[in-house]
């Protein structure tokens, strides 16, 4: 539509920009399909998306050593660790997590984390957010939560 010309409830638009019913309306129809998106991934394709947005919020370390540094630093909240990462790296993060105790997950693959960061592969990723951890354990609880190693 046009400046100038009615909106569905009667009233023009202004001249600069939407009246604040029309702005209401339209977020409200975007956010409810982006509800819908999110309803439809599976558990693990959401706790990845969450993942790849505390990467880009900068509170996540991703690889082996920089996990491993946070949780020694006390800062990390929650780890995840690849389900096809080596024996030894998950026994060396299940019992570094348990020694500090943090909250471990043995999630996807190492592609799929890496991918979910915007890097190569990787086989770990440490959360120091305390927001992106809680909502990574609420989806958790939600199926049954039998994939936390330790707490």
């Given amino acids: 539509m046009c400046a100038g010309t009615p909106s569905a409830s009667g009233k023009p638009f202004r001249q600069k ?7 209401r309306a339209c977020l409200r129809k975007y956010t409810a399909g982006c509800q819908r998106r999110w309803k439809s991934l599976d558990r693990d394709n959401r706790i990845l998306g969450l993942a790849g947005l505390a990467v880009k919020a900068g509170k996540a370390a991703c ?17 995840l660790v690849a389900s096809d990462a080596s024996d030894n790296t998950k026994k060396k993060f299940t019992d570094k ?8 997950y ?8 890496g991918h979910a960061t915007g890097r190569e592969e ?6 120091s957010d305390a ?6 354990e609420k989806l958790m609880k939600q199926s049954g939560g039998n994939d936390i190693e330790s707490q």
């Fill in 63 to 79: 690889g082996e050593f920089a996990a491993e540094k946070l949780i020694r630093s006390g800062m990390a909240k929650i780890v």
């Fill in 131 to 136: 927001g992106f951890s809680n909502a990574i």
């Fill in 17 to 23: 920009g939407w009246t604040v019913p029309l702005r």
């Fill in 106 to 113: 043995i999630c996807s693959t190492k592609e799929k984390l």
């Fill in 97 to 104: 997590c348990t020694y500090y105790k943090v909250p471990i």
């Fill in 122 to 127: 990787r086989s770990s990723i440490a959360l």
